[in-house]
């Protein structure tokens, strides 16, 4: 099985941070995002993972440095969106065999055989995975009937039957004759444009719920950065610790930390990051190679560069 990871945003939401690093490529706790995922496919049997990119194409070839399986890059010089990206790897992907598509900027747990049992149980055309989560009021609901089938796609069409509903996790499997479903356009995006005259033309669209207690963390944006960091952190007893602070805290290596300065609690440090002295640094992101100046206080905020983006 084959799977796909949408990386060519142009990382809008992640400003200031994508100014050279597409969002995939930003770490948690010192592991970029995309190769998170990489390696959760890989454990779980996935052979090979196309990757399209767009914007600071090196920094997602430098975070894929240390993949586990072999990498596909397949470059957009303009942007195509979300229907298109795939469409654009139709020679990638297509076969006999289902594949998996993944957003490429979220940490997350996934039960690939799961999912994948799921789909060729109902014998869908493509199956979404679901999460029962409150954000689905903030981001829009997938309604479900009492076999699964996906009934209502947001606002935009509602077949009626619906005994359920989640927020789409950005994980959906697909049959190789979904491109038979796409328009001849270089973009378009997947919901308007495929899952909705499907869903219309009474193709079936199945649902898989994650399980309850599953990881579900979106890293598009400085503050959901930081906050996937911080519940890393607070899931990880063995985060390591190089230096003198206040548990709990991540410092990778090569850190350097001036005189009196406070780290933690809840801190991530980068590695090779600079703290000056009597720098104040709780619940924040240090991100690699990042410098600190001497008595900065940072709470609620990331560090990258010498500039400090802050949650206010």
């Known amino acids: 099985m084959k ?18 690093h597409a969002k995939p490529a930003l770490p948690v706790l010192g592991v970029p995002v995309i190769l998170r995922l990489v390696r959760m496919l890989a454990e779980q049997g996935i052979a090979e993972v196309v990757v399209n990119t767009h914007a600071h194409p090196e920094s997602l070839r430098a975070a894929l440095a240390a993949s586990p399986v072999p990498i596909e890059w397949i470059g957009e010089p303009g942007l195509r969106g979300s229907g298109g990206g795939v469409r654009g790897a139709r020679a990638a992907l297509e076969g006999s065999e289902p594949f998996l598509v993944l957003n490429g900027d979220m940490c997350l747990d996934l039960d690939v ?14 199956t979404l995975a679901l999460r029962d989560d409150p954000r689905k009021r903030d981001f829009g609901s997938i309604g479900y009937d009492s076999d699964g089938d996906v009934r ?36 378009f995006e997947i919901v308007p444009d495929v899952w909705v005259p499907a869903l219309r033309a009474g193709d079936r669209i199945a649902s898989w719920v994650q399980p309850e207690g599953a990881r579900w963390s979106p890293v598009g944006s400085p503050r959901e950065l930081l906050d996937a960091n911080l519940e890393a952190l607070a ?3 063995g985060a390591r610790i190089h230096a003198t602070a ?63 983006w802050r949650d206010e």
Do not use: C, Y
Request: charged residues 20%; hydrophobic residues 50%.
């Open 113 to 126: 055989a799961s999912l994948l049992q799921r789909h060729r149980s109902r014998r869908a055309l493509l």
């Open 246 to 308: 206040i548990a709990p805290a991540w410092i990778d290596a090569g850190v350097e930390i001036g005189a009196g300065a406070r780290i933690g609690p809840r801190a991530v440090l980068g590695r090779r990051a600079r703290i000056g002295a009597n720098a104040r640094i709780e619940d924040s992101l240090v991100l690699p190679e990042a410098q600190v100046p001497a008595g900065a206080q940072l709470v609620r905020a990331i560090a990258f560069g010498d500039e400090v």
């Open 3 to 20: 799977a796909m990871i949408l990386a060519a945003g142009l990382g809008t939401r992640m400003a200031p941070l994508a100014r050279t």
């Open 235 to 237: 899931a990880s007893p």
């Open 152 to 187: 209502r796609i947001t606002e935009r069409i509602d077949l009626g039957g619906e005994k359920g509903s989640g927020l789409f996790i950005g994980v959906q499997v697909m049959e190789p004759a979904i491109f038979t479903h796409m328009p001849e356009a270089e973009r």
